[in-house]
């Protein structure tokens, strides 16, 4: 089995309702295994394999392109973001805190 690799950009852009940073752990086929998008507002979302769907972020049922080619795209405005295994865990992480909780908020008052 092939190791995962780590890809994120920064999508420079106006629309609130956008991603600025989409993080990406990818398997040698460069299909995502799990997608982190950092928004303007702060909420940061992540889906995997498990939960492919949060709010606007999904996986991708294409392979990722490489980002030589997502950066020269002329119609958007990309820019490479480095970004490492840890630095990648460290942002999903902070993803899976901000999920919504699935116990009843009436299981918690006396």
Do not use: C
Not at 15 to 27: F, K, M, T, W, Y
């Amino acid at each position: 089995m092939s190791e995962s690799s780590f890809e994120a950009i920064r999508w420079l852009h106006d629309d609130e309702d956008s991603p600025d940073l989409i993080a990406a752990e990818l398997d040698g086929e460069r299909y995502e295994i799990r997608k982190v998008e950092v928004f303007r507002d702060g909420r940061v979302q992540g889906v995997d394999r498990v939960r492919e769907n949060m709010g606007s972020t999904g996986l991708a049922d294409q392979p990722w392109t490489s980002l030589d080619s997502i950066v020269k795209d002329p119609s958007e405005s990309f820019v490479v973001q480095p970004m490492s295994a840890v630095e990648f865990e460290a942002l999903w992480q902070q993803s899976q805190k901000t999920l919504p909780t699935s116990i009843p908020v009436e299981s918690f008052k006396e």
